[in-house]
């Protein structure tokens, strides 16, 4: 962001022709952009619900905005559009620097937005059902601990289809990932038994799928989580839990998730701009609906390529600079349509030198692992695929 540029934004609106107030110019903006974060029980550190909340924290919401840390997203807005994309406009940023220059005032209480319906403990609404580990996990202060894999019947008698789907950690502090997957009957040929369903992720946000668009959960199915806990110095337990919300009509296009992956890769020593490459093809027509890399500690870049049956080629998505802390999907404002025979073509590029903050150890050598000390090469991928009538009827 140029210097000018932050000059422009830097302009009190009250040199525009009046004072920016809390109530009636601030809270709208902390309403749309911010609280679903900026809660209790979310991972944001304090909330912003009310000006008591908000106003000790004046300047540092003026240089989160300025420097655009705050709301975090990282995908370059020179390609795609994201429904998910919680950027600030230009206008919303200069009324949170303006009231931080203004003197952060309150104004004259009422007329508040409503607040936003949040459900209690959740993102999404209140779910039709909840499915939590069978009993709390212990995890140790220190050590390595590998992945557990538990799993949870549904008691599911009839098809049942998610058309929004969250999964919460009681315990964020230890929780690396979450991944529910769908296991038992109806595996279906694109995925095998064992499909995924929804997770968590450090910056995970609910997965809310477009009208007429929904994951399938078969009848006798049971759930299993897929947990990876870090040690983080203190014994601490976690009961990990996902919050399912069915549809209501018979979905158009069932949701089913792919990755383009490789294990096959070695990061040498000091190398602070190593690439590693990946592909997967769409054995039909489909429509993409979703993206998200995933990579470790050394993670820096990442991007998504449709190469089309033409050749023709596009970027769908690029992340110029990785976050590790910070792992969104990327929600495509229109789905866009893939045609059989499209690759998806993924491109890493991974820091090990003593520049990177994060690296571990920049004299190893890394390779793909589970730990966060190891890399992962992972580009996930959420895909709408047509379906007959009468095998998306709700019982």
């Not at 206008?91 to 303006?98: C, F, Q, Y």
Request: aromatic fraction near 10%; proline fraction near 10%; glycine fraction near 8%.
């Amino acid at each position: 962001m140029s210097p000018r540029w932050i000059a422009a934004l830097a302009v009190p609106l009250a040199c525009l022709g009046g004072e920016v107030a809390f109530h009636r110019d601030v809270l709208p903006v902390l309403a749309r952009r911010c609280q679903s974060c900026h809660r209790p029980g979310e991972a944001a550190p304090m909330p912003l619900l009310t000006y008591r909340d908000a106003r000790p924290w004046a300047k540092a919401i003026r240089e989160a905005v300025l420097l655009k840390r705050m709301p975090p997203w990282f995908a370059d807005p020179a390609y795609g559009k994201f429904a998910n994309d919680p950027s600030l406009t230009a206008a919303e940023i200069r009324t949170l620097v303006s009231w931080a220059d203004g003197g952060a005032l309150e104004g004259p209480a009422g007329g508040d937005p409503p607040a936003a319906p949040f459900a209690d403990g959740w993102r999404i609404p209140k779910p039709d059902a909840v499915f939590s580990l069978p009993e709390e996990s212990s995890v140790p202060a220190t050590g390595v601990v590998d992945y557990r894999y538990l799993s949870v019947e549904t008691g599911f008698t009839e098809d049942r289809w998610v058309e929004m789907a969250e999964v919460r950690p009681s315990n964020r502090g230890v929780v690396h990932h979450a991944i529910v997957f769908v296991s038992g009957p109806g595996g279906g040929s694109w995925f095998g038994a064992r499909r995924y369903l929804a997770g968590y992720a450090p910056g995970a946000v609910p997965q809310i799928w477009k009208p007429g668009q929904a994951r399938l959960i078969p009848a006798g199915s049971h759930l299993v989580f897929q947990m990876h806990y870090t040690a983080n110095g203190k014994e601490a337990v976690d009961r990990t839990q996902i919050g399912l919300i069915f549809a209501k009509r018979p979905p158009r296009q069932q949701i089913v998730a792919t990755t383009a992956g490789t294990h096959w890769f070695e990061i040498p020593p000091g190398d602070a701009n190593h690439r590693v490459d990946a592909a997967t093809t769409m054995h039909e027509t489909v429509h993409l609906v979703g993206l998200r890399a995933h990579m470790h500690l050394r993670g820096k870049s990442f991007e998504f390529r449709a190469v089309y049956p033409t050749g023709e080629s596009r970027i769908l998505l690029r992340v110029p600079r990785y976050d590790f802390n910070w792992q969104p999907y990327y929600y495509l404002e229109t789905p866009l349509l893939l045609p059989k025979g499209t690759r998806i073509e993924c491109t890493a590029y991974y820091d090990n030198s003593a520049a990177n903050p994060s690296n571990p150890d920049p004299r190893a050598a890394v390779r793909w692992g589970e730990q966060s000390w190891e890399e992962m090469m992972l580009g996930w991928i959420d895909l709408a695929v047509d379906i007959a009538p009468q095998s998306s009827s709700l019982r």
